[in-house]
């Protein structure tokens, strides 16, 4: 099977456990907007991880949900997609997914992943901040000129905190409120 044979294929089960997922009555509730935000979140979510990354559910942990949600996911959603409400649905939206694939008996850990996504909400709610999106293109562009591997988790640890004592207001100037 090609990419796009998988994608159809991956596009098709998403389809069908959003159709399951939209009859439970805290996801029937919402409006139709917070319903639409819900099933891009799944959808963005679930082809980055088959597609993309070639994990079955039954394959996804921690690191993996992680991997998806803070180095993937604000990437593939469209400008227009990228707004706040949809970004306070995504534990929510995430949480549903593990529920239902937990129930369907396809992701063995769901309640591990519904855990992790608790702990990480507030950082999943979070995730796409103009100034921080910002400095995140600023420090990716100086770790390429310094051929940094990105793979290298402490490579990374250790520039970023090495660009911070570089650039120190630019680590300020992410949390301070400009209201």
Do not use: C
């Amino acid at each position: 099977m090609d990419k796009m044979e998988q994608f159809q294929a991956v596009g098709k089960e998403i389809d069908q456990w959003l159709e399951q997922i939209m009859q439970e009555p805290d996801v029937a509730q919402l409006n139709p907007a917070q319903q639409q935000d819900l099933a891009t979140i799944i959808d963005s979510f679930v082809e980055i991880a088959v597609v993309g990354l070639g994990k079955q559910p039954e394959q996804w942990d921690d690191q993996l949900v992680g991997e998806v949600m803070f180095s993937r996911f604000v990437v593939l959603l469209e400008k227009d997609d990228q707004t706040q409400k949809l970004y306070d649905l995504i534990p929510f939206a995430l949480k549903k997914l593990f529920g239902y694939l937990g129930a369907q008996k396809k992701l063995p850990n769901a309640s591990h992943l519904t855990d992790w996504v608790n702990i990480n909400a507030k950082g999943l709610q979070s995730l796409y901040n103009p100034k921080f999106d910002d400095f995140y293109r600023d420090l990716v562009a100086a770790m390429r000129r310094e051929g940094i591997d990105v793979k290298d988790h402490q490579a990374v640890d250790d520039f970023t905190k090495l660009y911070l004592k570089q650039h120190p207001q630019a680590g300020i100037e992410l949390y301070t409120d400009q209201d």
